[in-house]
């Protein structure tokens, strides 16, 4: 396996990665900042935890006045499960954008990686992190969050990692209680295959912020050793992760698809939401023009990512009965 260039491999067979901007929390309330952020361990062996996201407004809106819960967004940073953090400032972010834009508690989870902690790691990290969230007593939570309308919302592989974590979720869903999925939100999909597509071949050396190689040699890291590109982990239209979308449509989830046309995997993320469509789930797809993942660096394509959501869940409440 050959070692990209952004990961290091230590004598003592551990792993250092490149170091990425990271923004650390503010729950100030005297701060300027509009989202209040701080951050909760969920398991201390694993080292994981979370970032939680919440408009500072309303916070501060609590005295003298009734509490209006708003919406839950758990979300699953990007990176290839390889690298970055739920600190990275990019995805930190973007939460507080989801938050402000959608007034919405985010909760943004911190999940093992690759090579280290190969897949299912994350995906276990991230049910486990659904489980904490229901019987966390955190105030930001309890008192702000409304617990009946939660969305698994990701970037890339922390998309992956929303889908593949609901899929295992919806098999007991009464377990989660009082915790409510209504949706998943896969925002530049992290999917691949053997036998290449049309747009992977045409568009596998264009992308700036993410080609190939890159896919392959994160795919190289992540997935069980000895797997190819067909594993269920990585090519969503194989194994469990095909059979999984009966569960979705039976349960009544709806799910939103966000791709750009130069993403050299954006025909794979066309035929992953028809296939959703063609087992009867209730899909909302959105592509526009730009690269895989353009919005946690281009404020113009994140306030049009943050206008299609706004969207999805508008369609989302009006089939509350």
Request: proline fraction near 5%.
């Amino acid at each position: 396996m050959e070692i990209p260039p952004w990961i290091v491999l230590n004598p003592d067979g551990s792993y250092s990665r490149a170091i990425h901007p990271c923004s650390l929390p503010t729950a100030d309330q005297d701060s300027d900042t509009p989202v209040l952020t701080k951050d909760l361990a969920i398991n201390d062996v694993n080292k994981t935890w979370a970032r939680i996201h919440i408009p500072k407004e309303a916070v501060l809106a609590t005295t003298g006045s009734p509490v209006v819960k708003l919406p839950l967004v758990v979300y699953f940073h990007g990176s290839g499960f390889v690298i970055m953090s739920a600190a990275s400032t990019m995805f930190h972010d973007l939460c507080n954008q989801v938050a402000a834009h959608l007034r919405a508690v985010v909760v943004n989870v911190e999940y093992r990686l690759g090579p280290e902690h190969r897949l299912p790691a994350a995906y276990d990290d991230g049910v486990e992190a659904l489980h904490w969230i229901k019987s966390t007593h955190d105030p930001w939570l309890t008192n702000f969050a409304d617990f009946s309308n939660c969305y698994l919302m990701g970037t890339s592989a922390g998309a992956n990692l929303a889908y593949q974590a609901g899929l295992r979720v919806s098999q007991q869903l009464v377990d989660l209680e009082p915790l409510k999925i209504r949706g998943l939100i896969l925002h530049s999909l992290f999917i691949g295959g053997v036998v290449p597509v049309e747009s992977e071949t045409r568009l596998g050396n264009f992308g700036t912020l993410f080609s190939k190689s890159m896919s392959d040699a994160m795919w190289d890291l992540a997935l069980p050793v000895g797997a190819n590109r067909d594993h269920e982990y990585c090519n969503l239209l194989m194994g469990g992760s095909l059979d999984g979308m009966e569960r979705i449509k039976d349960v009544g989830w709806r799910v939103m698809v966000v791709g750009r046309y130069s993403d050299m995997m954006i025909d794979r993320q066309i035929e992953f939401a028809k296939t959703l469509e063609l087992k009867g789930v209730e899909c909302k797809s959105f592509y526009g023009d730009g690269e895989h993942g353009i919005e946690v660096v281009d404020n113009s394509k994140a306030k049009e990512l943050l206008e299609e959501i706004s969207s999805f869940m508008s369609w989302m409440n009006k089939s509350i009965i």
